[in-house]
């Protein structure tokens, strides 16, 4: 077993998710650093902060850029960060006459937070896509089998007579409402960081607010200004993917009890087997979820946590976040797509008694 199931080999097939977890590549972040880098410089050219001219140059040096990893990683153990070692380095790229002008008054934070934004842009709109399959397949299962009776269970107990359509049901509100609420966490964190050493944009003066805005069109992100250490959108996207995982850990849960061959109530294809007990059929989809849903409410408590920023910057929260939020956002991705697997895989659902699974 490795540091990180994501990574692992083997447990990354069952566990992690290759497209999601590409955006947290140290490539990834490194090409969304050089773009909020490039696009700052057309911006304070256009604004009149740094002289004409100098932004293509800055644009194509980004372009050209091919960092030095090794002196990148032992650098980053001073800094804390790896932003100051990869400026050095494109700067000795770049002319003397315009060296002083590439990340003109930016700062690490500015670089790191727009980088983490950009890339979560295209996580959301995947995972989006992702709980839309999810309720197609819950849409396909109700129309073939919620007419059909099952047995409700209160606390753990017999309860009523319901339909597989209520249980649906159950699944389905909220998704939708997660889906729904997409929207507003999109609001709160696809926006621009950029506030200069000390989120004050010091260096940049009076012309500061038209660079601000220009950039955030630049990389169609919100034009909030700075938020350094208000760091509550992150904390709310956390909750969200919690939330996601956590629905689904429901679903899962639903079907391994239902799955139980005493129950019997839901079949599914490609059930896992066992090394010991041929017979037996693991419902190992429904299994995934649970613990997914269990990992991510783990992690966002560490999220809560590092709301705690002080003064006006924290290198401790910061690095939390770092360790916390892709795990995160990979675990949802992987939660999504063994959904999909799942609920694709329903053959039969419903009382056995009544035309359903059978053992």
Do not use: Y
Not at 245 to 270: P, R
């Amino acid at each position: 077993m490795s540091v990180s199931v994501f990574e692992h080999p083997v447990l990354s097939a069952l566990l992690g998710d290759e497209p999601v977890a590409a955006h947290f590549s140290v490539s990834a972040e490194i090409q969304a650093m050089l773009r909020f880098e490039a696009a700052l410089a057309h911006c304070e050219e256009a604004a009149g902060v740094i002289p004409e001219g100098s932004s293509d140059r800055i644009a194509e040096a980004c372009k050209q850029f091919t960092p030095d990893m090794h002196a990148m990683k032992q650098a980053t153990v001073r800094d804390g960060v790896c932003v100051p070692e990869m400026v050095r380095q494109l700067r000795a790229t770049l002319d003397p006459d315009i060296k002083q002008f590439f990340h003109f008054g930016a700062t690490s934070q500015d670089v790191v937070d727009t980088a983490l934004v950009l890339r979560l842009k295209p996580v959301l709109a995947e995972l989006e896509a992702r709980i839309a399959v999810v309720l197609e397949h819950i849409a396909s299962a109700d129309e073939r089998f919620g007419h059909r009776p099952l047995t409700a269970h209160t606390r753990m107990q017999i309860a009523i007579p319901i339909t597989v359509g209520d249980k649906l049901a159950a699944w389905r509100r909220p998704l939708q409402e997660l889906a729904t609420g997409l929207d507003r966490i999109r609001g709160l964190v696809l926006k621009l960081q950029f506030g200069g050493a000390a989120g004050t944009l010091d260096q940049l003066g009076e012309k500061s607010p038209a660079v601000l805005a220009q950039l955030a069109k630049a990389l169609d992100l919100g034009d909030c200004g700075c938020w350094h250490t208000d760091r509550t959108s992150l904390a709310e996207l956390a909750g969200w993917l919690s939330q996601v995982t956590g629905v689904l850990g429901k679903v899962g849960q639903d079907v391994a009890l239902m799955a139980q061959n005493e129950v019997g109530a839901v079949k599914l294809s490609g059930g896992g087997t066992s090394s010991a007990m041929a017979h037996k059929h693991n419902p190992v989809s429904a299994e995934v979820l649970v613990a997914l849903a269990g990992f991510n409410a783990t992690l966002v408590g560490g999220m809560h946590r590092a709301l705690v920023h002080e003064n006006e910057r924290s290198g401790a929260a910061w690095t939390m976040e770092w360790m916390l939020l892709p795990q995160m956002a990979v675990a949802s991705a992987a939660s999504l797509r063994t959904a999909i697997r799942m609920v694709g895989s329903i053959e039969d659902l419903g009382n056995r008694d009544h035309g359903g699974p059978r053992t």
